[in-house]
T-cell receptor, first 110, second 113 residues
Framework: GIQVEQSPPDLILQEGANSTLRCNFS?????LQWFHQNPWGQLINLFY???GTKQNGRLSATTVATERYSLLYISSSQTTDSGVYFC????????????FGKGTKLTVNP | ETGVTQSPTHLIKTRGQQVTLRCSSQ?????VSWYQQALGQGPQFIFQ???????GRGNFPPRFSGLQFPNYSSELNVNALELDDSALYLC????????????FGPGTRLTVL
């Protein structure tokens, strides 16, 4: 099956800093989503981005499908950005399931 | 538009018991997927239901079973609970299997003692 690797596993920032989270995947995908998991476990959709670039406020994401990676950019980070960020993919050769990476744990200090 | 809801929020069971978790999909969605998330890990796919039929299954034993109802809500049943079944169980709904955005509910936290 498809492999999904996220880096870095942990990231500590000061409020106001920018960051880039990376997701590498091992096969062609027809679905790629970025999620933020809050301390209560809720997975919040950030982007549906199997290819291209999208922006939403301080967040943006880029997926380069031909090179099998996606990047999530967080600018001017806030303490409320803390949590775990997951990348998840569904791949063309497999079933309809989402395969998740292990996540990046982001801590933003005031 | 109503989001994905799950019940109960928390549940404590003992080893060997059976449990049923429930999920109501977002309005307009006909596909429901279930995931298990152990502490410190990413969610793992259990199975998916599309229009009341199972549409894919992950690496989980047969004691994990499910149903989808005509209104597209869904149940996850786990028999003969084991300690390792302790996890956050997440339900996700989407309007088309596989290629569409999946929206997750708040989860049910199951503790098996």
């Amino acid at each position: 099956g498809i492999q999904v690797e996220q880096s870095p596993p942990d990231l500590i920032l000061q409020e106001g800093a920018n960051s880039t989270l990376r997701c590498n995947f091992s096969d062609s995908v027809n679905n790629l989503q970025w999620f933020h998991q809050n301390p209560w476990g809720q997975l919040i959709n950030l982007f549906y981005i199997p290819s291209g670039t999208k922006q939403n406020g301080r967040l943006s994401a880029t997926t380069v499908a031909t090179e099998r990676y996606s990047l999530l950019y967080i600018s001017s980070s806030q303490t409320t950005d803390s949590g775990v960020y997951f990348c998840a993919v569904a791949w063309r050769g497999g079933s309809e399931k989402l395969v998740f990476g292990k996540g990046t744990k982001l801590t933003v200090n005031p | 538009e109503t989001g994905v809801t799950q019940s109960p929020t928390h549940l404590i069971k003992t080893r060997g018991q059976q449990v049923t978790l429930r999920c109501s999909s977002q309005s307009g969605h006909n596909t429901v997927s279930w995931y298990q998330q152990a502490l410190g890990q990413g969610p793992q796919f259990i199975f998916q239901y599309y229009r009341e039929e199972e549409n894919g299954r992950g690496n989980f034993p047969p004691r994990f079973s499910g149903l989808q109802f005509p209104n597209y809500s869904s149940e996850l049943n786990v028999n003969a609970l084991e300690l390792d079944d302790s996890a956050l169980y997440l339900c996700a709904s989407s309007s088309r299997a596989g290629v569409d955005t999946q929206y997750f509910g708040p989860g049910t936290r199951l503790t098996v003692l």
